[in-house]
Each structure stands twice: as structure tokens, then as C-alpha cells.
């Protein structure tokens, strides 16, 4: 899915100019590349938060003799009130496959039924062309429903996607496993003295 979002070319970039941009509901926003030297623009803040309800899309930005497709690089955030401060965005090319972060979402369980358990991950970094982009990777709780922790090499991966994060990196584990695990340690640390 592509979205369509306008822009404004901004000329200046010094502070007094992004704070009185974001007083019109506007964050600057900076798009790179390997085609384009960096272009300072800024775009409607509404626009931009329901673009960064799927972080991962591909993004078709026109303004005034400007057109690309981009993705959203980074979003820096105010520390306290979550604000939108500026974003860094990066065009892209069709044909060229991109490292991302998905998002990893965890399926409920069909019964209702729920056991306690802990994510230790809570995305993962791909490679794959633009187009492939999942929105997320659905996690499957029955291994931790049986009692097992999942790991990334369980995951069900689309095609054409190549996942970078450490395949033996665990995902998920019911607690129970975690409270076992430092049981079994500190019997050995006892009998070490």
C-alpha cells in the first residue's frame, strides 16, 4: 500500500523556524538518499500520525517540483509529551531491497484463555524490496500455551523477506520457564561455594 502525503519545501532549518513550524501543526522533516542530496521539508502533523499508524509503508511525497517514495527512517519524539519533533524520511527504489523493523503480533488466543508469559522482542530486522514490507509478523502463542519459549527461526516469514535478527533470539517465554531456569542457577552457585 502506498500513501499520499503532501509537503512543503523549507528553505530555513534553524530552530526558531522548526518551533514556529510546529505552532502550525507542521514538523520539519528531512528526506535522504542515494539518489537525492537531503531535502528539507515539512509536512501536516495529522497526516503524519496516521502514516505512522503502520511505520513500515511506503510513502509517495509530492510538494512543489518534488515527488518520491520514501519510508520513515526515524521519528524523534519530545521526551514527555511524545510530541512529534521531526522526522528523518529515505527515498527509495522499487527494485532495491531495504533493512526494516517489523513489528512481531502476538495472535490471541482463539479461547479466550491466557497464560502469563513475557516479550522479549518486540520487532525484528528484515531485509526484502519495498513492496514486500509486512505490516507485522504474526506470533503464534501455542508453544508458550505448551510451556516452550519461541524463538525467531519459529517465526512464519513471507516470501522474499530475509530476516537479519539472531535466529536463536528468543521472542516470547511463559514465565513459568524464566522463574525454573534461575532455580536451576542458583543450586549451582550454592553448591560452587
Not at 503502520?54 to 520514501?70: F, R, S
Not at 512529534?84 to 531491497?97: T, W
Not at 488466543?109 to 508469559?117: A, E, L, T
Request: glycine share 4%; proline share 8%; charged share 30%.
Amino acid at each position: 500500500m502506498i500513501l499520499k502525503l503532501q509537503a512543503e519545501l523549507r528553505s530555513k532549518s534553524n530552530g526558531s523556524a522548526k518551533r514556529k513550524l510546529r505552532q502550525e501543526k507542521k514538523v520539519p522533516a528531512v528526506v535522504y538518499g542515494k539518489m537525492t542530496k537531503p531535502v528539507s521539508i515539512a509536512l501536516e502533523e495529522k497526516s503524519l500520525q496516521k502514516a505512522l499508524h503502520n511505520p513500515n509503508a511506503l510513502i509517495e511525497l509530492e510538494a512543489p517540483g518534488l515527488k518520491k517514495l520514501v519510508v520513515i527512517h526515524s521519528v524523534d519524539r519530545d521526551p514527555i509529551h511524545r510530541g512529534i519533533l521531526a522526522v528523518d524520511l529515505h527515498q527509495i527504489n522499487l527494485k532495491e531491497r531495504i533493512k526494516v523493523h517489523v513489528r512481531i503480533e502476538p495472535i490471541p488466543d482463539p479461547d479466550g484463555k491466557m497464560i502469563p508469559y513475557q516479550m522479549f522482542l518486540h520487532e525484528i530486522h528484515v531485509d526484502c524490496l519495498p513492496e514486500q514490507i509486512p505490516e507485522a509478523i504474526a506470533l503464534d502463542l501455542t508453544p508458550v500455551r505448551e510451556g516452550r519459549a519461541i524463538f525467531v527461526k519459529d517465526l512464519d516469514i513471507p516470501e522474499g523477506v530475509h530476516v537479519l535478527t539472531r535466529s536463536d533470539e528468543v521472542i516470547a517465554a511463559p514465565f513459568h520457564t524464566i522463574y525454573e531456569a534461575e532455580a536451576v542457577a542458583e543450586p549451582a552457585v550454592a553448591a560452587a561455594e
